[in-house]
């Protein structure tokens, strides 16, 4: 499993419902990311469509990172739109002590950020001839993390 972090900002409460959904973009197209991959520094990124066909009830959200089946998601995606810009959702947070404590950072306007969680596809990536660049042109989405 590999993670991805853009630091960016827009993860916001959505305005309609009761509160408990965020959305934002979580995957900017076309964005180089320094990333260490198999032990080495190499340049990533991701190209339109990569995500293209990915079931959102499928993908939890989580506060950082599953390194274990120990960790609870806090929520679920909900809803997955590959926008110009890059690919947005929206994630319904549980009522849990940790969603709540996300919920609360949100509507207070602290600036959280969102990483996934992928796996590589087979014939998903590009590679540069030197192999120190990567599009990735399809992933399996995982987890967003935020």
Not at 86 to 98: E, I, Q, Y
Not at 125 to 130: A, E, I, T, V, Y
């Amino acid at each position: 499993m590999l993670d991805r972090y853009f630091p960016q900002s827009g993860l916001q409460l959505r305005a309609d419902g009761d509160g408990r959904t965020l959305e934002g973009p979580m995957l900017p197209w076309g964005v180089d990311a320094r990333v260490l991959f198999r032990n080495r520094i190499v340049r990533e990124n991701f190209e339109r469509g990569a995500l293209a066909g990915t079931d959102p009830s499928r993908v939890p959200l989580t506060a950082t990172h599953p390194r274990d089946n120990q960790t609870l998601p806090i929520g679920v995606t909900v809803e997955l739109e590959e926008r110009e810009d890059a690919a947005w959702g929206a994630w319904r947070v549980s009522k849990t002590a940790l969603g709540d404590e996300v919920l609360e950072l949100a509507g207070d306007g602290v600036p959280l950020g969102l990483s996934i969680g992928f796996a590589e596809v087979s014939g998903g990536s590009r590679w540069s001839p030197d192999r120190s660049r990567v599009t990735r042109t399809r992933a399996l989405l995982d987890h967003v993390a935020v």
